[in-house]
């Protein structure tokens, strides 16, 4: 079967509203998309990315700053967790000179149904300094998907002003208060106008506040509110010789707590939605890899994530929604995503083949980490309906593999994490035609099976040997069918195709498959090497396509990009096969990325250098859960953890080549117990503190 039409979950090329250039502020399910200056402003600039969203509405389209009738001019701006601030001066005020003795400090604080905005004029003039202050508002209730897709009209909403000079105005799924305290509010141009008079004495300071509030009017198949308090990483603390892995550590496991909801049907269990702006929603792939990465620091992300979508697990066959019993869903959104001609996702969507074996595989991880036993066991009817998926998938298949295909017509035509419709690539740079087996799915497939195998057996008492012998199965198939190439120059195709054909580009999906259990050491050492030659492996990390594929693009987005978490993955398989030396260096160069944006990793990024420094991919989410989370699986890679706390151990197995230098790491948590690590700059432990029952092994 040939896919006709190319769709994708990520961006659209022509029409894409880039991100970033923009501040981002981000608490739970909603967000604010600001400029350097502070404003927002899509009604003034067509396609604009920024507004203020809550729940994938967009509440505020436009909200514009001036000091007698002048916008400020920004000097700094920067944003973090659910605040943006922003440094401006008003040279049209103040005493004359080059030095501009009127600053504009504005402040955006994003709180539970809204947003606070407070203006502070500050004058460093000696005299003084008298002016009019106006805020502009307006609100469009565009959805997300026409904002992202290019079609958001950005057609204010009729809004009125109460005798209380509250401002109102409703989409269909919000009633939007503003209320600018002490000023002047009136409705003018199909905006609210707030206006301030102010005096401000020589040396003084003003400060305006005003406050957007967003109230549900409607219920969506999925509301889910902020769950940042119910997982707790404050204890989770780095110190190194190089300083810059505590300061990415700090800002990742801060940007992810952010980006944390709650399930609207128990609000106890949370789990991190994908991504801002696009992504603030439950993702089965995002959201699991952001929990399995983060086991070292806690189970209770991976437990609420796993019974959020255990709740959604498919139950039967229906093809509109990609639905099947025992599957895990793709993505929940609060309306149907649609860009004509491109994508149409129903709220509740199942379009994707790994998100199942990789719940498998983050229930057996959160077992081992210490996940309660009661817990686990809760999960049994879930397990065994995604293993039956798994099994079935390969039943159902003509080769014996984990495949996919859009038969909707309508969905996603690659549904692995490569979702753009033009990631499959050959040697020769074709587009691949499916249905597609990727490589990454089955070697998920592999270690989900191996690891229920234990699982059943430990906790439900099962024989595991038969989910052993099937991984064993789909292994020897694997590993008869998907090598490319000749001798010590052999490499994984990223995928088969419709045809059964190897898809022979070079890309960093073989990564995944290292320390899974698909390959046998001789196999991993071939993997790990063709990973570190210079095609793949640049300074920046593990590009998506080998550069010396004609469709390499440095900055396209699966054809020659680097993604945080996928290079991140690829140096954890890299530590579990024992390749210290390129694990070290995969490692350095994604603490070098971070350091040069702000300690936040961008979602993706250009896999050469701009102007010496990385450049994010322009539509890049940021924060992005599974970038965040990467911080995880770079401690865990530079210290060797590996838990099994059914059986009380802790194995920690340092890298010699101590990436970092010294380095102590405090707060990791086996059996919800905290443990401490302390690394010299040799890379052996000097020290260790564990809970009581749990026996640690360093080598």
């Not at 950005?154 to 105005?169: C, G, K, N, Q, S």
């Not at 159902?396 to 753009?420: A, H, M, P, T």
């Not at 991140?568 to 390129?582: D, F, K, P, Y």
């Amino acid at each position: 079967m040939v896919v006709k039409a190319p769709k994708e979950e990520g961006p659209v090329r022509s029409r894409q509203p880039w991100l970033h250039l923009l501040q981002t502020a981000v608490r739970g399910n909603a967000t604010c998309l600001s400029t350097a200056s502070g404003d927002i402003d899509a009604a003034s600039v067509p396609g604009s990315a920024t507004g203020f969203y809550v729940d994938d509405r967009r509440v505020l389209h436009h909200l514009r700053l001036t000091v007698d009738g002048v916008a400020p001019e920004p000097v700094a701006a920067d944003s973090q967790g659910p605040e943006s601030t922003v440094l401006a001066v008003a040279r049209n005020l103040g005493d004359p000179g080059a030095d501009p003795t009127v600053h504009v400090h504005r402040h955006l604080t994003l709180i539970e149904g809204g947003m606070d905005v407070q203006v502070e004029i500050r004058s460093r003039s000696m005299s003084p300094v008298r002016c009019t202050v106006r805020l502009e508002l307006a609100g469009d209730g565009a959805e997300l998907h026409e904002v992202k897709a290019g079609f958001a009209a950005a057609i204010p909403l009729a809004a009125t002003v109460d005798a209380e000079a509250r401002a109102r105005w409703s989409d269909t799924r919000h009633a939007t208060t503003v209320h600018a305290l002490g000023a002047h509010t009136e409705v003018k141009a199909q905006a609210v106008i707030a206006e301030w008079e102010l005096n401000v004495e020589a040396g003084g300071v003003r400060q305006l506040n005003a406050t957007v509030r967003c109230a549900r009017t409607s219920s969506t198949p999925f509301d889910a509110g902020c769950g940042a308090l119910a997982v707790h990483w404050q204890s989770v603390h780095a110190r190194a010789q190089d300083a810059r892995l505590s300061r990415t550590l700090d800002r990742s496991l801060a940007d992810l707590q952010h980006l944390l909801l709650s399930d609207p049907d128990d609000e106890r269990d949370v789990f991190a939605a994908a991504g801002s702006p696009w992504y603030l929603t439950l993702f089965g792939r995002d959201s699991i890899w952001a929990a399995r990465m983060c086991l070292p620091f806690g189970t209770e992300l991976a437990s609420g994530t796993l019974r959020a979508l255990a709740r959604r697990q498919g139950t039967v066959d229906d093809p509109a929604l990609a639905e099947q019993p025992g599957k895990i869903l793709h993505e929940v959104r609060r309306t149907t995503f649609e860009d004509p001609g491109q994508l149409y996702l129903p709220p509740l969507y199942y379009g994707t083949v790994d998100a199942t074996p990789l719940w498998v595989a983050l229930l057996t991880d959160a077992w081992r980490w210490g996940l309660p036993e009661p817990e686990v066991s809760g999960l049994a009817d879930p397990l065994n309906a995604a293993l039956q998926w798994m099994r079935r998938s390969v039943e159902d298949s003509d080769d014996g593999f984990l495949r996919y295909v859009d038969e909707s017509g309508l969905g996603l035509s690659n549904q692995g994490w490569k979702d753009s419709g033009d990631s499959m690539r050959m040697a020769g740079g074709q587009v691949a035609e499916g249905p597609i087996a990727l490589v990454e799915t089955q070697a998920y497939a592999v270690e989900a099976a191996l690891g229920a195998a234990d699982l059943l057996e430990a906790v439900h008492g099962r024989d595991g040997d038969p989910w052993r012998e099937w991984a064993e199965a789909l292994a020897e198939r694997v590993r008869g069918t998907f090598w490319v190439g000749e001798g010590d120059q052999r490499y994984l195709a990223m995928a088969l195709d419709g045809h059964g054909l190897a898809i022979d580009g070079v890309g960093s999906n073989m990564g995944h498959a290292l320390g899974t259990g698909l390959l046998d050491a001789g196999e991993d050492d071939l993997v790990a090497r063709r990973l570190a030659q210079p095609d793949l492996l640049g300074p920046l990390g593990i590009g998506t396509l080998s550069r010396d594929n004609p469709a390499y693009n440095p900055l396209g987005y699966h054809t020659g990009s680097v993604w945080t978490h996928d290079t991140a993955i690829g140096a954890w398989g890299l530590s579990r096969v024992g390749h210290a030396s390129t694990t070290a260096r995969v490692l350095r160069s994604l603490v070098d990325v971070a350091s040069a944006s702000g300690y936040q990793w961008p979602e993706l990024y250009s896999s050469e250098p701009v102007l010496g420094v990385p450049a994010a991919y322009p539509a890049s989410c940021r924060p992005q859960a599974w970038a965040a989370a990467s911080a995880g699986l770079v401690v865990t890679s530079a210290l060797g953890l590996r838990a099994d706390a059914p059986h009380g151990r802790l194995h920690i197995s340092p890298l010699r080549e101590a990436p970092f230098g010294a380095m102590t790491v405090e707060g990791l948590r086996i059996a919800g117990g905290s443990v401490r690590v302390e690394v010299d700059g040799s890379g052996r432990v000097v020290d260790v503190g564990a809970p009581a029952g749990i026996t640690v092994t360093c080598t």
